[in-house]
């Protein structure tokens, strides 16, 4: 029995990376049921096929790394590992942590219970450790945002892409309704992505981006000086903006300018 569930859970493991999705769910029994314990969600029948077939669109199994071998007892197999959910450039956005046990019956997979959930991402964490633990688990709340742990990852990722082509943070009276409008989140969504995940807040996050666009694409105007600099990256405070350049760069924009002008001689 053992040798058979593990055979069975690593041919699934090859076609979900392969992206076989034909493959995938000939593996699996007709009252095939997938709980994701971070959510409360369980998909089965057409629901399952939606669920399993967005998931591999966004993530394969070769963006995995296994934290320990696949333990087998009897028809039920256990699976730990890690996701790193990146941005297009290559960042890493977000870790989830996961454990997936799966149980089989009559040669097909019969039930896969996932436990997933998200770890700090880049942002240093700006909530006592206690308040994180407690924003992260699972329950009631995640039921309500609607999002499994790697799905959060899929928003930051998009909201990354966003940011990036479109520069919608050069507007200076950007809003969370309307990159919510923008994105296809809602509201509650990126702002528990933003504040409870990466630490920030919506306008922390704004005016970091802010100040690494100003870093890396734009050269200091002739005329204005840092004000201009600033205002071409959607700041309207100046004291905004000296403290996020601050954050970012560990120092004030003259000492930056002056920093680099030294390097670049």
Known sequence: MEAETLQLVTEHNARWAAADLDGLFALYHPEMVFTDHYTGHRYVGEALRTHVTAVIKRSKLDSLTYTDRVRVDGDTATLRYREAIRSASGD???????????????????????????????????????????????????????LSAREIGYLLADLDAWMQTARPFC????????????????????????????????????????????????????????????????????????GAFRVVTGMSPAAWLTTRAVNTD
């Not at 019956?105 to 994180?132: F, N, T």
């Not at 924003?135 to 995640?142: D, V």
């Open 92 to 146: 890493a956005l977000l870790t989830v942590t996961a454990c997936d046990v799966v149980r089989v019956e009559h040669g097909l997979i019969v039930a896969i219970d996932e436990y997933a959930i998200p770890e700090q991402g880049a942002e240093p964490v700006q909530v006592s450790r206690p308040a994180k633990k407690r924003a992260l688990e699972p329950g009631n709340r995640m039921e309500k945002i609607g």
């Open 171 to 242: 507007d200076a009276a950007l809003s969370l309704q309307q990159v919510a409008a923008a994105t296809g989140y809602t509201r509650n969504q990126i702002s528990f992505a933003l504040n409870q995940v990466k630490g920030v807040s919506f306008f922390d996050y704004l005016n970091r981006i802010r100040v690494e666009y100003l870093l890396q694409a734009v050269p200091m105007p002739v005329e204005g000086g840092v004000v201009a600099w600033a205002e071409q990256a959607g700041f309207r405070s100046t004291s905004t903006f000296y």
